[in-house]
Structure formats: structure tokens, C-alpha cells
């Protein structure tokens, strides 16, 4: 089976968005504040993501040497330079978000086997790039404090507390994709993105209560959950977005930082998702191999007493959204799902000792994600949704995903699997 390994790397830089073939007072008009002398910087952050199947070793790729690639080929060149002069790139095309994150990828792509290219500006902007000639896309994030309760049709009894009224703070990212201007280097104008998102939604649902002051959930059945709110909110954006000459391609919409929403335009299907952590020891080491092998794949992470990770779970589900009860499927029944078949056996345990199926298995970050897909796929389509993708993060740098599609069968695990019960 397919997986994504994501490596995090980091440098810093500056720029500034400044043509010389236009005056002074052009490239103000054009840029704003990002023309004035001499730039300006930015800790830049980077997700290089790479995809292929898993070898015997648990892994898809020496994470070590892909570390080394990635410093050598491209943030090790970038790191306290002035993008403008570092790369001829640069000097035919601004250094934008967007346009980094395609030139990194050109860079990197006779190297690695690369899916995408994830370039954070900061916390609230990146842009992603797939590998698709000149397209790309760009993420703005905001937030928005809101009420809303989950009554009056479900009963209480099965949605606890969600049937008050209560609020959260929900943090938004709107992603819109386009072609990059072969000498600007942009997509879009950012700020008229982040103007719209103000103007159509925040302005709309910030301290108000969904229920009763929004009049799509007010005037209707529809029950303001997660996932009605994200489909809401991507029919307020869609024709605005598309006047800025871009397309809104997806809403991502986060009630809290362990349960999230995305609603890709043009699918019938919303994906939510659940995230949690467990805390577990590992050791990576092959049991037919000696332990000089071992240290030698597995550096210090085959030494023989193990060490461990706080593992940071995310489980994506797909599916219809049910209009009665606006979900994708029943959380509760997810949560108890999740806790059952991984946290339990897993959490504050030595995952080479105490998982059966890691005493033969590398429990490579890997090998981990893809056991986990085969442990909970049946359950999850018993609860009447279908697993879409798992993420585990081990560290801050590394992080891997599985995606299951319809046609893949469990490759590691193929009978059904069973709750471990203590
Ligand atoms: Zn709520
Ligand atoms: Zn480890």
C-alpha cells in the first residue's frame, strides 16, 4: 500500500515584491507594503511530502537521507538569503508563497519522489503545490467566535451536552486555487482573499448565535454542525472567490483542535476528522537482522532499550452528511471506535512488546499508520462512513499518512479485526 512520508523543514528569508520595470509608485500601487525598501522577512516553514510503498524496513524513504537532500538541494541554499538574488527563479518570477513552493518542488523533484510542496509564510498563509504545471494553491486562516446547539431534533439522551447551547472558537482556512503569474508570481491578490472571507462569512457568523441570527440554519432543518457550517460557508465563498479570477477549492473548518471539517468543492462526500494522541515506546530494529545492521538503518533510533513518542492520531472519515442529524457519522461512536482499537492497546505501552503485531513488524511511524488503517476500517464502515486517511505525526518533523481507497484490500490484516478488550 501506497503511503505519504512529510518531512518539516525550516529557513529564513527575505523578499520583496518589487518589479523594476515599473516605477516607484506602480509597484506600491501593485505590491502595498510589501514593495518598500528593502523587504521583508519571514521564518519560512516547509512540508516536503513524498509518497511510495513501504520496504521491508518499514520505511518508504531514509528519512535521514531525505533530511540531508532537503538541506543540500534547497533550504540550506534559502536559509539568510535574500530570495530575490538566490535563485535565478526568483529574478524571472517573485518569491512568493505560492511561487517558492513551486520552485522548491523543481528543485527537489529530480531527488525525491515528491507528492507536494507545503510552504508556510506564517501560521495564517501557505500555499501547496501538487506538482500540476503552474497551478497551486493558497491557504488563508481565520477565526470566528460562534454559538449554535444541536437540538431540538436529536434527543439529548444520545448528544449529551451538544444539545445546550454553547459556543466555539472556529478556525477557518479557505483555499483557493489558480495559475501563478509567470512575473508577479501570484495566483490571486491576497489581501482581496482575505477582504472576502471577512466581508462574506466572518463578518456574517462572528458572535452570533447560528440557531437563531443566521437565517440558513434559523429558517430550516439544518442543523448547524461542523459539517452544515463548512458546506454553508463554502456556497457563501464560491462566487466571490471565482470574481477574484481563482477557484475556491476547499473549506476546512475546525471546532477544536480535535475535530475538523473539509468540504472539497465539487464532491459529493464530506471528510471529517478526529485527531487524538497516545503515548508509546518503540524500537526499530529488524528481527532477523543483527544489531550492527540494525544501527546502521535505524540509527539511534534501533538502540536496544527502545525510547518513545507522544504519537499524535488523526482519523479522516468520508461520507454523506445525514440531513437529520448533520453529521457524518455518530462522534460519540467514533470516539469509542478509536479508543477501543488503538488508545487502549497502544497508549503507555512498548509497542514492540506489548502489540502482538509488532513483534515481527518494524513499528516504523509507517508501519504504525498502516496498522492502524487495517484496525479500524471495518468498524468505521459498520458505523456507516469509510475511512478516508490516517495521519500520525511521531515528531515535529516527521509525520506520515495512509490513504485508503475503495478498491484496496487489507494487505497486512486482512480478517476482521477486534477490539482488544482488558
Ligand atoms: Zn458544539
Ligand atoms: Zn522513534
Known sequence: MQCIVNRRAQFLASHRYWLPELSEAENMAKFGLSAKFPGQGHNYVVFISMSGELDEYGMVLNLSDVKHIIKR?????????????VWPEFQQTLPTTENIAHVIWQRLAPHLPLVRVQLLEHSQLWA???????????????????????????????YGKCTRTHGHNYHLEVTV????????????????????????????????????????????????TTENIALYISNLLRSPIHDLGVNLSRVKLFESHELWVDYNIGETETSLTVATHFSAAHRLAHPNLSLEKNLEIYGKCGRVNGHGHNYHLEVTLKGEIDPRTGMVVDLGALNRVIADYVLEPFDHGFLNKDVPYFAEVVPTAENIALHITNLLRSPVEELGARLHKIKLTESP??????????????????????????
Open 128 to 158: 501547496d503545490y501538487t506538482g500540476e504545471g503552474k497551478k497551486v494553491a493558497l491557504t488563508v486562516r481565520s477565526h470566528f467566535s460562534a454559538a449554535h446547539r444541536l437540538a431540538p431534533n436529536l434527543s439529548a439522551e444520545k
Open 73 to 85: 538541494e534547497a533550504t540550506g541554499q534559502l536559509d539568510f538569503s535574500y530570495l530575490n538574488e
Open 177 to 224: 486555487e489558480g495559475e501563478i503569474d509567470p512575473r508577479t508570481g501570484m495566483i490571486v491578490d491576497l489581501a482581496a482573499v482575505n477582504r472576502v472571507v471577512e466581508d462574506y462569512v466572518l463578518e456574517l457568523l462572528d458572535h452570533s448565535c447560528l440557531n437563531e441570527d443566521i437565517p440558513y440554519f434559523a429558517e430550516s432543518e439544518i442543523v448547524p
Open 397 to 422: 518533523n516527521n509525520s506520515c499518512e495512509i490513504y485508503c481507497t475503495q478498491s484496496d484490500t487489507n494487505t497486512v490484516n486482512a480478517v476482521k479485526s477486534e477490539p482488544v478488550l482488558v
